[in-house]
């Protein structure tokens, strides 16, 4: 970079990109495990925060350290015309087990652990809550730092302490070596086995009590505060937090549930588009988010391809939608595959709150909220395929789902495609900005035209 007096700020070392969905190092031709491959990553609002699912049911934390090293925000630092030397680098914190197999019994279902979705909460005393779900069980994270606890001064040796079970992080005083916990003989003098409750000749002279001391080191601690299960028959396909820090929401295919963080045994259903014949059922919900800062709002998509932004004030049971957001067909272009690629997959408020980005097969849609009239714009990322959409109805892939997401400044939107690639679009006022990257160690290859030759490559989230 060039500034005003002439002299180049020292640019930082460009990043080493790869397409990755496992972590760790893989030796050349090491299968990757099926448990291992990440299903869901989410950010936490500071951007200090990264979680990971997997389809093994855990959840892996990762923390910011560049910020720390350089004594600041990043966005502080970058508001002070200061060029950062170091790319943003996130360092392993934590991990734990999530969820685990089940299976529902009732409706002999097996109930994988896979890792749908990861939503952070609000943080509260230096510790860290995240909400994270599988196909039917919600549940709420806590990860905090506890001071170790040691025990001292314990009756016997923890060498010798074997059938008493182990000892761990234990500081022992030094006690005769004769004897055990319980009045066992620690030496085998007189024929007795080290679990042996036996006394030896002349008894136990005296027995301490062991002493628990706190001390200063800490270990990262995961502890599931709350259980939120029980109240979908359908797959879960979203969950969201509100703004209120107190309430979030869960969807399946026909319901959208709101819950209390506190009460894990009660839900409210607030909205349910189950007809009473299921033979009527036209269309599914597909995804739900709540407003980033109305409490009272949340939005929620459908496979007809509409958006509905409905209001908990108006009642408690919100059948009723306050807008309806919908693309009315052009006269004459409806086909067998139209309301398919309608289906849409994914929806985000963004920051702001003022417009919803949504995601088909075909596009991504950028709506603002006080316009129903149609999309404020419309960006094309498979339309190289439309010739092929026969072929990718044959093999199923025309119902392969796609996220979506939005910069933090709104100026940008990005979504994934196929054969490793996403596409980002800039949607600012007089913007054309239209970038397709590769996931792979070469992400700037920039791709003008698509060139896809199989009906079936491979997908990029």
């Keep these: ?18 397409f990755s969905q496992v972590f760790g190092e893989r030796t050349a031709g090491e299968e990757v495990q099926e448990v291992d491959i990440i299903s869901a990553i989410e950010f936490d609002k500071s ?25 600041g925000q990043r966005r502080d630092l970058e508001m002070m015309d200061y060029s950062m030397s170091r790319h943003p680098e996130f360092r392993y914190k934590t991990e734990f087990q999530s969820h685990e197999p089940e299976f529902d019994y009732l409706k002999s279902l097996e109930i994988e652990e896979k890792i749908n979705k990861i939503r952070w909460c609000q943080s509260a005393n230096s510790a860290l809550y995240l909400l994270s779900t599988n196909d039917k069980t919600i549940k709420l994270w806590k990860v905090q730092e506890k001071k170790v606890k040691k025990v001292f001064d314990w009756n016997v040796h923890p060498e010798k302490a074997a059938g008493n079970g182990p000892i761990f992080g234990s500081h022992v005083s030094a006690i005769p070596k004769s004897y055990m916990a319980n009045g066992g003989c620690g030496e085998r003098n007189f024929g007795c086995a080290s679990n042996d409750s036996s006394f030896p000749p002349g008894g136990v002279s005296s027995l301490r009590l062991p002493v628990v001391v706190t001390s200063q080191e800490t270990n990262l601690v995961a502890g599931c505060r709350r259980i939120y299960a029980h109240a979908h028959d359908y797959h879960i396909n979203s969950i969201s937090n509100n703004s209120d820090g107190e309430t979030f929401i869960s969807a399946d295919d026909l319901r959208i549930n709101l819950w209390n963080l506190e009460i894990s045994n009660q839900s409210f259903n607030i909205v349910d588009v189950k007809p009473a014949n299921m033979e009527d059922l036209t269309e599914v919900i597909t995804s739900a988010e709540f407003h980033p800062t109305h409490c009272n709002m949340l939005a929620y998509s459908s496979s007809k391809g509409s958006i509905r932004l409905i209001d908990m004030r108006q009642s408690a049971l919100c059948d009723t939608h306050s807008k309806l957001f919908e693309e009315q067909e052009a006269p004459g272009t409806r086909s067998f595959f139209t309301e398919i690629i309608a289906s849409i997959s994914d929806i985000k408020f963004a920051r702001n709150g003022r417009h919803i980005l949504s995601r088909d097969y075909m596009t991504l849609k950028l709506w603002d909220i006080n316009m129903d009239s149609g999309p404020v714009a419309t960006f094309q990322v498979h339309e190289h395929l439309r010739p092929k959409l026969c072929d990718l109805y044959e093999n199923d892939s025309i119902f392969d789902k796609f996220e979506c997401c ?32 590769e996931a792979s160690k070469n992400p700037m290859s920039l791709f003008l035209h698509f060139q896809e030759t199989s009906s079936n490559p491979v997908k990029a989230f």
């Excluded at 400044?409 to 397709?436: K, P």
């Design 406 to 437: 939005l910069s933090g400044d709104g100026g940008r939107v990005a979504t994934g495609s196929y054969s490793n690639l996403f596409r980002v679009f800039g949607c600012s006022e007089g913007s054309a900005e239209s970038t397709t990257l």
């Design 47 to 71: 951007g200090d925060h990264l979680a990971t699912g997997d389809r093994g049911g855990r959840v892996v934390l990762f923390e910011r350290t560049d910020t720390r090293d350089n004594g």
């Design 1 to 18: 970079m060039d500034n005003g007096g002439g002299s180049s700020e020292a640019a930082a070392q460009p990043l080493e990109w790869k």
